[in-house]
C-alpha cells in the first residue's frame, strides 16, 4: 500500500497561471517531506522541502504547503513557465541520522502551455 | 562536474542473466542508494549505504545484491534477471546535513524479456 499518493498523473496550466500540485502521506510518522523535479532523460532533482514543524515554506516561485492534521502537502507554482514542464515527485521522511530513506509519490506530470 | 555517474545507461538482458549496475559519485558523500522507477510507482528504495562498508535493504531489495566498494562507488547486482525487473534505475547520494537532498544520477534502463 503506497504511503505517499499523488492522485493526479497529470496537470495541465497555462503560462503565468499557478500551478497546483498535491500530495497525501498516510504515514502519520513522516515528519519531513520534499519535492523532486524530473525531466526526461535525467535523474530527479531536488526542488523544495518543509518540516512538520512548519506550515509554509518558500522558494522564489515555489511554495509548499503542509497540512498535518489532513496529511496533506502542496506545492505552488506562480508564475508557471513552460521551463516547468517535468514530473514532479513529492517524498516523505522521517528525520533520523540512518539516512534518507525517503518514500516517494508516484508523480505528476505537469506541463505548462506558452 | 560529473557528480553521481551511472554505467550502463541502458541494457536489455534475457530472463534468468545477471548484470550488474555501477555508480560512483565524485562529491565525497557518504550516503549512496539504488532506486527503481516504475510508472505510477514513483521511486522505491531498493537498497542504501549509509556509510562506507555498510548496507541495509529499503523497500524492495528482493532479487538484488548491493556492494558499498568504497566511498565512491556503490553497485546493484541481480543475479538472475526477471521480467518483474524491468525498470529504470536510479543511483544516488547525499552529504550529511542537507536532509533529504538527494543527488541522483541520469538512470539506467533495463529490460529484462
Known amino acids: 500500500d503506497q504511503q505517499v499518493k499523488q492522485n493526479s498523473p497529470s496537470l495541465s496550466v497555462q503560462e503565468g497561471r499557478i500551478s497546483i500540485l498535491n500530495c497525501d502521506y498516510t504515514?502519520?510518522?513522516?515528519?519531513?517531506f520534499l519535492w523532486y523535479k524530473k525531466y526526461p532523460a535525467e535523474g530527479p532533482t531536488f526542488l523544495i522541502s518543509?518540516?512538520?514543524?512548519?506550515d509554509k515554506n518558500e522558494d522564489g516561485r515555489f511554495t509548499v504547503f503542509l497540512n498535518k492534521s489532513a496529511k496533506h502537502l502542496s506545492l505552488h507554482i506562480v508564475p508557471s513557465q513552460p521551463g516547468d514542464s517535468a514530473v514532479y515527485f513529492c517524498?516523505?521522511?522521517?528525520?533520523?541520522?540512518?539516512?534518507?530513506?525517503?518514500?516517494f509519490g508516484g508523480g505528476t506530470r505537469l506541463m505548462v502551455k506558452p | 562536474n560529473a557528480g553521481v555517474t551511472q554505467t550502463p545507461k541502458f541494457q536489455v538482458l534475457k530472463t534468468g542473466q545477471s548484470m550488474t549496475l555501477q555508480c560512483a559519485q565524485d562529491?565525497?558523500?557518504?550516503?549512496m542508494y539504488w532506486y527503481r522507477q516504475d510508472p505510477g510507482m514513483g521511486l522505491r528504495l531498493i537498497y542504501y549505504?549509509?556509510?562506507?562498508?555498510?548496507?541495509d535493504k529499503g523497500e524492495v531489495p528482493n532479487g538484488y545484491n548491493v556492494s558499498r566498494l568504497n566511498k565512491r562507488e556503490f553497485s546493484l547486482r541481480l543475479e538472475s534477471a526477471a521480467p518483474s525487473q524491468t525498470s529504470v534505475y536510479f543511483c544516488?547520494?547525499?552529504?550529511?546535513?542537507?536532509?533529504?537532498?538527494?543527488?541522483f544520477g541520469e538512470g539506467s534502463r533495463l529490460t529484462v524479456l
Open positions: 517524498a516523505a521522511t522521517r528525520f533520523n541520522n540512518a539516512g534518507n530513506m525517503l518514500t
Open positions: 549505504s549509509a556509510s562506507e562498508g555498510t548496507t
Open positions: 544516488a547520494s547525499d552529504r550529511q546535513g542537507a536532509f533529504g537532498e538527494l543527488f
Open positions: 504515514n502519520s510518522m513522516f515528519d519531513y
Open positions: 518543509i518540516s512538520s514543524i512548519k
Open positions: 562529491m565525497n558523500h557518504n550516503s
